[in-house]
């Protein structure tokens, strides 16, 4: 069964420092990788996804992630932190054979102080 | 645009009650998706549904139902609602493919008094 581990539950940076969001996953084969962005009262809107390829992807607002299948890692990254990125965070990893829905993450809230 | 609806943002709910909540989409997505989101644990599948009339359990499917009638219609079913089941509940669409990403509706958050 795969897993997801989210290990930083509340991360506070200063606007325009560069920020890293950790991600670990636990499946058995190339997984479907996604990172999740919820705004206060949202639903969640996705910011990047991983399938295949190059595994350094770009998605919107400026955030990137890499996928390391040794470390079986997929961290999310931003060079420079904007006062409206403040939001929780949620990674979540799908199978690419058995089980059809996406196994997500506890979270990570972001703080982002002035 | 995909957009995904859900009937209600609040609700407010006795225990013991029958409650629905309704989730609909417009990009003609096969699979849909409910899950409950709690602070710490992040979202927990109810159901999934494949297509229309077809469904399977999540990981949390205990005091809850589900029914897809049409395929741009998904309802969550809380046969008799307990308080433990105050949460929010978030829909999802997403084309057929486990590859695909997930569009999620704005949440409903449910209390049960």
């Known amino acids: 069964a795969q897993s997801v581990t989210q290990p930083d539950i509340h991360i506070t940076v200063s606007e325009g420092a560069s920020l890293e969001l950790r991600c670990n996953y636990s499946?058995?084969?190339?997984?479907?990788l996604f990172w999740y962005v919820q705004s206060p009262g949202q639903g969640l809107q996705l910011l990047l996804k991983?399938?295949?390829?190059?595994?350094l992807v770009q998605g919107i607002k400026g955030f990137e992630a890499e996928f390391k299948r040794s470390q079986s890692s997929f961290n999310l990254r931003k060079p420079s932190v904007h006062w409206s990125d403040a939001a929780e965070y949620f990674c979540?990893?799908?199978?690419?054979?058995?089980?059809?829905?996406?196994?997500f993450g506890s979270g990570t809230r972001l703080q982002v102080q002035p | 645009d995909v957009k995904v609806t859900q009937s209600s943002r609040y609700l407010v709910k006795r225990t013991g009650e029958k409650v629905f909540l309704e989730c609909v989409q417009d990009?003609?997505?096969?699979?849909m998706f409910w899950y409950r989101q709690d602070p710490g644990l992040g979202l927990r599948l109810i159901y999934f549904?494949?297509?229309?009339?077809?469904?399977e359990k999540g990981d949390i499917p205990e005091g809850y139902s589900v029914s897809r009638e049409k395929k741009e219609r998904f309802s969550l079913i809380l046969e008799s609602a307990s308080t433990n089941q105050t949460s929010m509940y978030l829909c999802?669409?997403?084309?057929?493919?486990?590859?695909?990403?997930?569009?999620f509706g704005p949440g409903t958050r449910l209390t049960v008094t």
């Open positions: 549904s494949y297509d229309v009339k077809m469904k």
């Open positions: 979540a990893v799908g199978a690419s054979t058995g089980r059809r829905a996406l196994t």
């Open positions: 990009m003609d997505h096969e699979n």
């Open positions: 499946y058995g084969a190339t997984p479907y």
């Open positions: 999802a669409s997403r084309r057929m493919g486990q590859a695909n990403e997930q569009y």
């Open positions: 991983y399938f295949s390829g190059d595994t």
